[in-house]
Structure formats: C-alpha cells, structure tokens
C-alpha cells in the first residue's frame, strides 16, 4: 500500500493468485494493471476504482472471473479495458457508461458474454469495441448508435446475435 509511485503492475500468469487485496486501491499512481492470464482470478475488489489514474486495465485470460464491480466506472481516465478469454464473465456493469476517456473495449473469446449495458452509448472516445466470439451475445444496446467516434465493430463469430 506504500509503493504510491509505481506506473506499471504487471501479474501476468499468476496462476494461483484467487484475489487481489483491497490496497491495490492504495496504488494511486498506477497507469497500468496487467493481472492477464490469472486463471484461478475470481473477483476484483471495489477498491480498484480508487485509481483514478489507472489508463489500462488488462485482465485477460481470466478464466474464473465471473463480475467485474461497480467502481470500475470511477476508474474515468481509463483508455483500454480488455476482458479477453474471461469465459464466466455474463456483462458489465452499468457504470462502464462513466468511462468517458475510454477509446478500446475487448472481450472477445468471453463464452458466456451475453449483454451490454445500454450506458455504453455514454462513451463518446470509444473507437474499437471487440467481441469476436461472444458466443452467447444476443443483442447490443440501442445506444451504440450514440458512438460517434466508433471506428471498428468486431462481431465475428457472434453466433447467437440476433439484433
């Protein structure tokens, strides 16, 4: 909870790791947060929206995770959130909408990704979203028609999407 300096916290591949502690919200000048490829990772603590200057926020190939917390919407100098492989992960929550500097949303490979939530047409720097092979998304919000600055929509292999 000390180190207030450190820019980059890379976990990648820690497989055993189940938790991070509530002080990661301690680490105020994170910019970065690689906890990529921690398989046994089943939840992230509300504490993480204390890092109002975290940029990146990478969590990929988290298998187990299944919700990410409602303070990730405090995290607003976010520019690129990836939820790559997170297989148990269903959606986002609503406060995604408040990541107003956010340019790049991955979740591809997320098999049981099934929604997203309407206040994503909030997001008006968003310029990629990717969700190849959702295989379970049905329907996007309404609001994506809101993004204007949207450059690419990746929907490939989204087979049950209907809408």
Do not use: H
């Given at each position: 909870?000390?180190?207030?300096?450190?820019?980059?916290?890379?976990?990648?591949?820690?497989?055993?790791?189940?938790?991070?502690?509530?002080?990661?919200?301690?680490?105020?000048?994170?910019?970065?947060?690689?906890?990529?490829?921690c398989?046994?990772?089943?939840?992230?603590?509300?504490?993480?929206?204390?890092?109002?200057?975290?940029?990146?926020?990478?969590?990929?190939?988290?298998?187990?995770?299944?919700?990410?917390?409602?303070?990730?919407?405090?995290?607003?100098?976010?520019?690129?959130?990836?939820?790559?492989?997170?297989?148990?992960?269903?959606?986002?929550p609503?406060?995604?909408?408040?990541?107003?500097?956010?340019?790049?949303?991955?979740?591809?490979?997320?098999?049981?990704?099934?929604?997203?939530?309407?206040?994503?047409?909030?997001?008006?720097?968003?310029?990629?979203?990717?969700?190849?092979?959702?295989v379970?998304?049905?329907?996007?919000p309404?609001?994506?028609?809101?993004?204007t600055?949207?450059?690419?929509?990746?929907?490939?292999?989204?087979?049950?999407?209907?809408?």
């Open positions: 909870g000390q180190l207030t300096q450190l820019q980059t916290l890379n976990l990648f591949s820690c497989g055993q790791l189940k938790t991070l502690p509530d002080s990661i919200g301690q680490l105020i000048g994170l910019l970065r947060l690689d906890i990529g490829d398989i046994q990772l089943k939840a992230v603590p509300e504490s993480i929206g204390r890092l109002k200057g975290l940029q990146k926020l990478v969590l990929w190939g988290c298998e187990q995770l299944e919700a990410v917390p409602e303070s990730l919407g405090q995290l607003t100098g976010l520019q690129g959130l990836d939820f790559t492989y997170c297989g148990q992960l269903a959606t986002l609503d406060s995604v909408g408040q990541l107003t500097q956010l340019e790049r949303l991955q979740c591809i490979k997320c098999s049981q990704f099934e929604a997203l939530p309407e206040s994503l047409g909030q997001l008006t720097e968003l310029e990629i979203i990717d969700l190849s092979e959702c379970m998304l049905e329907a996007l309404e609001s994506l028609g809101q993004l600055a949207l450059e690419v929509l990746q929907l490939s292999g989204c087979v049950q999407l209907l809408e």
